[in-house]
Each structure stands twice: as C-alpha cells, then as structure tokens.
C-alpha cells in the first residue's frame, strides 16, 4: 500500500514521496522509518525527514567522505560521529589503513539500517577495521587526545540530540582529538533553504580552526538539491590538492566513484555567489590559543 511521506522544506512548501512503509519503530531519539519507493529504491527518515535512499546515497556519501580523505597522503584512523546507515562508514574505508571508529547515539538506527537497507553499508560493519561505538558523539570525542587522521560528521539537522555536533566546544574537542595535519568535515545543511545552520557551521569551525572551506553538492531528495559541506583544518587546506594529486591517491587506494572527480575536487570548492556571501558574513578569527 503506497504512503505519502516527506518533509516542510519552507512556509507553504513541502516535500512529499509515495512508497510502501516498511518498518517503523520509536528508539529512545528519535522515529525511524523505512519506505520502499518506485525510483528511490529503500529510503531511510528519521522524524520524517529524509537521511538517505539507495537511488542517491551516493551523491551524499562520496560528497561528506572523499574530498577530505583523498586530500591526504595517509589516512590511518578516522572517527565517524552519527552515520548510523553504515554509507559514510564504508566509503571512509576505502581510505583508512587501520581502524575507522564509527560513534552512533542509537543503536536502533544502525539495526534498523544493516537490517533493512543493506546495500548502503555493503560489508563495512562487518570489516575488521571498523569500531562501532554506540555512545554520545561530543562526549566521545572529548576523551580522545591526538587521535584521528579525519573526523567525520554524518549527523542529522542539529536539533535535538544533535544540537551539541554544531557548537564551538564540539569543534575544540575535534581539534582536540585530530593530529597535527587532521581535518574535520560536516554536513552543514541547504544553504539555500538552511543558512542559518550553515552561517552557524562556519562561524563556530572558524574560531576553532584556521582553515576552514565550505564546498557544495547535489543530492537529489535533500531539500533544495544543492547541499553544503564545510571542512575544517590547521593544515594543508583540502582545496589545496590537485586533481593529478587526488587521482593519484584514488588509483593507489583502488578507489572508484561514481559522483566525485578529481577534477570535481577543486570545483566542489568554487561555490554559488550567495553561498560565499554566507561563508564570508559568518567568518571569524580562530580564538589565540597561547
């Protein structure tokens, strides 16, 4: 039986699909659902709005993971913080040489997702590098000490429980916890119909860290297509690279992708006007650190 479901994107404007529910459970965080969709293929929500589908995962995925990772010349530890579906998890294994640590707050999404929608994780969960972590995020990562090669942030809108993944002291703790050349990476949302979150991403990375970049995407059942992503370091910018440098890494890691490009490395990076409108007006100077 077909059920409407999606999400308000905006005053008077909503986003809807149709699709078989398969699968729907309240963990102690949050609703988690699970549709069948005629062209989306299994689609995951999590308080009804959309996190990820087997037609486009891959446009997220490779968008949050591959850039930062393909940017470095070793990756050998990367922390995971949310990424219950396992997608994040097994495109950063692609890269890591020795554990990627992923730390999820509710343990039902990754049961519901390994379950249900096992294609986005493929083997990942079940790769001898892989340590699942099911644990709150921020406090994770506040124990850790020089730790991680990257820090990777697959959460969902920072409301919530997720709200904390947004705010300075999370991004100190990252700091923190990343060697000297580490970089983080977020999702930080629709700059079009999210600036806010994306202006709040900035300002708060940025007086952490001294490089920070956002970079755009697409994905199609996201709100807006256009989707952003800010990635943060004291080293090496990201942008930095050159496609013959990342094709270099990705042909030594036997890696292959179907959205992102060496060439789509640096593009990523040249973003719409009013997105660097929005980067610029919430910059500000990393805090001195003695």
Aim: glycine share 8%; net charge negative; with cysteine.
């Amino acid at each position: 039986m077909s059920t409407p479901f999606g999400e308000r994107i905006a005053a008077g404007y909503h986003s809807a699909l149709e699709g078989e529910l398969l699968h729907t459970e309240q963990s102690s965080f949050q609703k988690i659902d699970v549709y069948e969709h005629a062209y989306f293929g299994r689609v995951l929500t999590l308080d009804d709005l959309i996190q990820t589908t087997e037609q486009d995962e891959f446009c997220y995925h490779e968008m949050l993971v591959h850039p930062s990772l393909a940017s470095r010349e070793a990756v050998d530890r990367v922390l995971i913080i949310g990424g219950g579906d396992g997608g994040t998890l097994r495109h950063a294994l692609m890269h890591v040489a020795n554990e990627a640590v992923m730390c999820e707050i509710d343990e039902a999404v990754v049961r519901v997702s390994r379950d249900l929608l096992p294609a986005i994780a493929g083997q990942a969960f079940d790769d001898a590098r892989t340590k699942l972590v099911i644990d709150d995020g921020a406090a994770f990562v506040a124990r850790c000490k020089d730790a991680f090669d990257a820090i990777i942030v697959d959460s969902t809108d920072p409301i919530g429980a997720a709200a904390v993944l947004i705010a300075p002291e999370f991004y100190e703790a990252c700091r923190n916890a990343l060697k000297p050349d580490g970089v983080i990476v977020a999702q930080t949302g629709s700059p079009y119909y999210q600036p806010d979150e994306f202006r709040k991403a900035v300002a708060n990375m940025s007086t952490v860290f001294g490089t920070v970049e956002p970079y755009v995407g697409i994905v199609p059942t996201y709100p807006g297509v256009l989707w952003s992503y800010t990635v943060a370091t004291d080293g090496v910018a990201v942008s930095s690279s050159s496609p013959e440098e990342i094709r270099e890494r990705l042909e030594a890691r036997g890696i292959a992708t179907r959205y992102y490009t060496p060439e789509l490395h640096a593009g990523a990076f040249a973003v719409p006007a009013f997105v660097s409108a929005l980067a610029d007006t919430a910059r500000v100077s990393p805090v001195s650190r003695g």
